[in-house]
């Protein structure tokens, strides 16, 4: 099964729209709380940084069903884990090795050498002048475009600065393909950049 990815500062999440219960871990724009209490129409929450309350309406939070947290932040209780990202810029040598490969050009044969490491080359100079002159994917633009829609039908949840933020994550996968699930609750398939 296919899933947006949305990044915090300190977490990869996936999120669906499943109801939501006393104790769930829920996002709401970009900050995560705890479920504190629900009712037919809000439910009251508690942010886990800062210890405060809200009482938002029950369908503006979504239920954090899976989580990747980054750098030394802690994992949250009670949520399914997501595999570590690999990186397409920690393959690009690799990549540049198997296109030499296929081409028959082998790094260490004396012959084709020569060869061998120029395809390597090409391929990581093409592979980081393209992430520099395309720094925003097609999923940026439409989740821009959204954003906007929002803004001037009078839903106006978001800040300039949360726009950035969202726009702002290129490079960080942005989708997961779920294969399975192991009994420790980590997730296994691969993420969509």
């Not at 980054?70 to 990186?87: C, M, Q, S």
């Not at 084709?112 to 090409?122: D, K, N, P």
């Amino acid at each position: 099964m296919k899933f947006d990815i949305f990044k915090t500062d300190d977490y990869y999440l996936i999120t669906d729209d499943v109801e939501i219960k006393t104790g769930d871990i829920v996002l709401l724009i970009d900050k995560i709380y705890t479920v504190l209490h629900v009712d037919a129409k809000y439910c009251t929450i508690l942010n886990l940084a800062t210890n405060t309350k809200a009482g938002p309406l029950k369908s503006s939070c979504k239920k954090i069903i899976a989580h990747l947290p980054l750098d030394d932040t802690k994992a949250l209780a009670g949520v399914d884990l997501l595999p570590e990202v690999k990186f397409v810029e920690d393959d690009v040598e690799q990549l540049g090795l198997d296109r030499a490969v296929d081409r028959r050009c082998y790094p260490n044969a004396l012959q084709t050498h020569r060869l061998a490491t120029e395809i390597i080359s090409a391929v990581s100079y093409g592979f980081n002048t393209a992430r520099e002159k395309y720094k925003h994917t097609t999923a940026d633009v439409y989740k821009a475009i959204e954003l906007a829609r929002q803004k001037v039908t009078g839903i106006d949840k978001y800040s300039k600065e949360d726009i950035i933020k969202l726009l702002s994550q290129t490079g960080n996968p942005i989708g997961f393909i779920q294969e399975g699930k192991e009994a420790s609750g980590l997730w296994t398939g691969k993420y969509i950049f």
